[in-house]
Nanobody, 122 residues
Framework: QVQLVESGGGLVQVGGSLRLSCAAS????????MGWFRQAPGNEREFVAI????????YYQDSVKGRFTISRDNAKNTLYLQMNSLKPEDTAVYYC???????????????WGQGTQVTVSS
């Protein structure tokens, strides 16, 4: 079992940057593909970026390509999301998830964190 705790959210102005972290418990973190997802009020949870268990494969939602970078440090059991050039439409609760396969489908994720709020003001 994996427990996930996100941090790093907050209020930022348009064009600003934030770095989200997701700390995982347990020795099996390195076996899981990981993803960042977000959910705005009234919307379904959507994938933002995913990374394979080794970190060798990444995939991004089109709207964040070139602005966001997902990475992981398996030695520290931590997942990251560097977010630059933030836009108001990036405002949402951001969640990290762990899956046995590298996938963008939320249904394939077995474990979730509690979420961290990101608000981008214009």
């Amino acid at each position: 079992q994996v427990q996930l705790v996100e941090s790093g959210g907050g209020l930022v102005q348009v064009g600003g940057s934030l770095r989200l972290s997701c700390a995982a418990s347990g020795p099996r973190f390195r076996r899981y593909a990981m993803g960042w997802f977000r959910q705005a009020p009234g919307n379904e949870r959507e994938f933002v970026a995913i990374i394979s268990s080794s970190g060798g494969t990444t995939y991004y939602q089109d709207s964040v390509k070139g602005r966001f970078t997902i990475s992981r440090d398996n030695a520290k059991n931590t997942l990251y999301l560097q977010m630059n050039s933030l836009k108001p439409e990036d405002t949402a609760v951001y969640y990290c998830g762990a899956s046995g396969i590298t996938t963008t489908s939320t249904r394939q994720y077995d474990y979730w964190g509690q979420g961290t709020q990101v608000t981008v003001s214009s």
